[in-house]
């Protein structure tokens, strides 16, 4: 099987656990009697492990190389999925989010560096669509077991075990990835790219992209239960539509990206993204699901086209030490924004989404000018 096809599986399986805990929370936040804030908790578990991963990366790979990372870190998320499948106390279930993260983490660091090192930009756009098959799988094998009476226990299980699946074939074609490398550059040209202000600049970015994504994709279904009264089944293909739509907007766009050019299709996927989420917050019900689908295809090219364009903006060894930062500044606001909407009224949460999506466009409009 050809490298790249590995690539592409590896980002499937780093999509299918990130959206659960949005996913599933209107219905197992009841059997831990715990308010519908308390997400942003798990929320913050999972970007802290995330978080760590991402800064440890290149260490782990430097050690057990590209395929032992994918396989243990794999292994890793699936030990997390199934061990929440046993409904274990709050305590432990924060916990194993927080491995989830780390897990998830690292595969996320490893296949961006990996990848911006060796593929095209219209690689990086289907890696990234790949990851949000994985995203959408997850809510669709929900939605799927919720329906039919199914709980979200088993859903975590079902989901582990796939998991469990894909770090078995990285396990077994490890080699094929290279062995461990060595130790990536010297400080010095880390603080080089905390010093130039493009880099300053995309490291925001992706923080505040990363908000508006996850931010999304983790909160539509209590804002569709709790905010606008739908029914968690229907909240749940909701997930799916955003997820599934922001997969195909990145098949899609990755075909015509070096048509249309990067820079312009930065430039207007990211307008159309602050239009579309207005409708998320304002337009009337079942307009707002078609602005979620828009703002889905609108968000689906910025992540992999900003960081296609990266060694190119930034040029040699500094754009190394900026993808790092980006990845982890991507984990922290996929993270950190999400939890802290959660301190907010559920039905404020798409407005301010909005002003995420409204500083993102401000962003990307300089970034790409």
Do not use: K
């Not at 699936?78 to 924060?94: E, F, G, I, N, Y």
């Not at 159309?272 to 703002?295: I, K, N, Q, R, Y």
Request: net charge positive.
């Amino acid at each position: 099987m050809p490298l790249l096809v590995l690539a592409y599986i590896a980002f499937i399986g780093l999509g299918l656990p990130d959206p659960l805990p949005g996913t599933l929370w209107p219905v197992l936040r009841l059997d831990y009697g715990r308010p519908e804030a308390a997400l942003g908790l798990l929320l913050l578990a999972v970007s802290g492990g995330t978080m760590a991963a991402s800064l440890l990366a290149g260490r782990a790979m430097a050690a057990f190389g590209t395929g032992g990372v994918l396989a243990g870190s794999l292994g890793i998320t699936a030990l997390a999925a199934v061990a929440a499948s046993l409904a274990p106390p709050w305590a432990v279930l924060v916990m194993l989010a927080l491995l989830s993260g780390l897990g998830a983490g690292a595969v996320d660091a490893a296949m961006n560096l990996f990848a911006a090192a060796r593929f095209a930009p219209r690689h990086l756009n289907w890696m990234h669509a790949c990851w949000g098959v994985g995203a959408t799988l997850s809510p669709a094998i929900a939605t799927l077991l919720l329906a039919g009476g199914g709980s979200w226990r088993q859903v975590y299980l079902v989901i582990g075990l796939l998991l469990g699946a894909l770090s078995l074939a990285f396990g077994l074609t490890r080699r094929r990835w290279g062995g461990p490398a060595q130790e990536s550059g010297p400080a010095a040209s880390i603080g080089g790219a905390l010093r130039s202000a493009m880099a300053r600049r995309q490291i925001l970015a992706f923080f505040v992209y990363c908000g508006v994504e996850a931010g999304t994709g983790q909160w539509l279904a209590t804002v569709l239960v709790a905010a606008r009264g739908a029914d968690p089944a229907m909240a749940g293909a909701a997930t799916t539509l955003f997820w599934g739509a922001l997969a195909a907007g990145r098949v899609g766009l990755g075909f015509v990206v070096d048509r249309i050019g990067p820079d312009r299709m930065l430039r207007q996927a990211v307008l159309v993204a602050a239009l579309a989420s207005a409708g998320f917050a304002f337009a009337p019900a079942g307009l707002d699901l078609v602005s979620v689908g828009l703002l889905a295809v609108a968000l689906a090219p910025l992540y992999p086209t900003l960081m296609a364009r990266t060694p190119a903006r930034l040029g040699g060894p500094l754009a190394v030490h900026a993808v790092g930062f980006q990845v982890a500044a991507a984990t922290l606001g996929a993270g950190l924004l999400p939890a802290l909407l959660g301190l907010a009224p559920v039905a404020l949460v798409p407005v301010l989404l909005l002003g995420l999506a409204l500083l993102l466009a401000w962003l990307v409009q300089r970034i790409a000018a």
